[in-house]
């Protein structure tokens, strides 16, 4: 059956810009600042969330004020690449709430990580538990230096 694509306007591009911006606005408010009536508003966002456009709201926290100030990237290669061990490498990440994001990717290398801890001693920990549960043969983690820009939730068990 062939999924009936939605059509946006620039009304709908206006709302998904400002909603981006500030998700904690109320429809009254996000309907002033795209010009439109609350009702119609309301409508076209219920539909942006049905078609799946809008997949979730969510709020950007502070890493160092809860805790997890070191962001990292890890690049991992591995020498099985059968269906089995990617999902039991996918289980491992879904379950780590330092992990915000990972990617199988294309090149020299299999996967990419970007997790979040309190210090290169978390770390090790965060390191220690993903080795010792999967067999990999290259990990080669890179520290980032500044946060630019950041629109993913972290953990919060650090608190």
Do not use: W
């Not at 439109?36 to 966002?45: E, Q």
């Not at 049905?50 to 709020?59: H, L, P």
């Not at 890890?74 to 490498?89: D, K, P």
């Not at 979040?116 to 390191?127: Q, S």
Request: aromatic share 6%; charged share 25%; hydrophobic share 45%.
């Amino acid at each position: 059956m062939k999924r009936k694509q939605l059509t946006m306007d620039s009304i709908d591009l206006r709302i998904l810009a400002v909603v981006q911006a500030d998700a904690s606005l109320s429809q009254t408010e996000l309907a002033e600042r795209v010009g439109i009536s609350s009702t119609a508003c309301s409508r076209r966002v219920q539909s942006l969330v049905e078609e799946g456009i809008i997949r979730r709201r969510v709020a950007l926290l502070s890493h160092e004020k809860l805790n997890v100030g070191v962001t990292v990237f890890v690049a991992v290669r591995t020498n099985r690449h059968s269906s089995a061990s990617l999902e039991q490498f996918q289980k491992l990440l879904n379950d780590l709430p330092e992990v915000l994001e990972y990617y199988r990717i294309a090149g020299h290398v299999d996967y990419l990580i970007k997790a979040v801890v309190p210090d290169i001693a978390a770390y090790d920990t965060l390191y220690q538990r993903i080795v010792s549960r999967v067999e990999l043969t290259e990990v080669t983690s890179m520290f980032a230096m500044q946060q630019i820009k950041e629109t993913t939730a972290i953990p919060l068990n650090y608190v």
